[in-house]
């Protein structure tokens, strides 16, 4: 199984860029697609990105498309989140996760989370 933990959230001006990271914990890391999901006060989890265990393959939500970018480096276990052009819409609580299934925009295709780390953007 994978231990999961974001770390990189805060404040940042409209416009601005923050780059999130999970840290990983298990011996197949490589074997795991990872997801970005968020969450912001009453509203749905919403998908951000995703990608497959070798990174070839990103998904992207419609509403990060372009301003996004996921990566992975597997070397390290980690995954990354570079979020560029931020927009006070995007303030949620960010999580990360992990699964082994196919690779879908939906949340209960993953198996593992992280414990969410909170991006606020101002305007």
């Known amino acids: 199984q994978v231990q999961l933990v974001e770390f990189g959230g805060g404040l940042v001006q409209a416009g601005g860029s923050l780059r999130l990271s999970c840290a990983a914990s298990?011996?197949?890391?490589?074997?795991?697609?990872m997801g970005w999901f968020r969450q912001a006060p009453g509203k749905d989890r919403e998908f951000v990105a995703s990608?497959?265990?070798?990174?070839?393959?990103?998904y992207y939500g419609d509403s990060v498309k372009g301003r996004f970018t996921v990566s992975r480096d597997n070397a390290k276990t980690t995954a990354s989140l570079q979020m560029n052009s931020l927009k006070p819409e995007d303030t949620a609580v960010y999580y990360c996760?992990?699964?082994?299934?196919?690779?879908?925009?939906?949340?209960?295709?993953?198996?593992?989370w992280g414990q969410g780390t909170q991006v606020t953007v101002s305007s």
């Open positions: 996760a992990a699964g082994r299934r196919l690779m879908t925009k939906q949340a209960n295709t993953y198996d593992y």
């Open positions: 298990g011996r197949t890391f490589s074997v795991y697609y």
């Open positions: 990608i497959s265990g070798s990174g070839i393959t990103t």
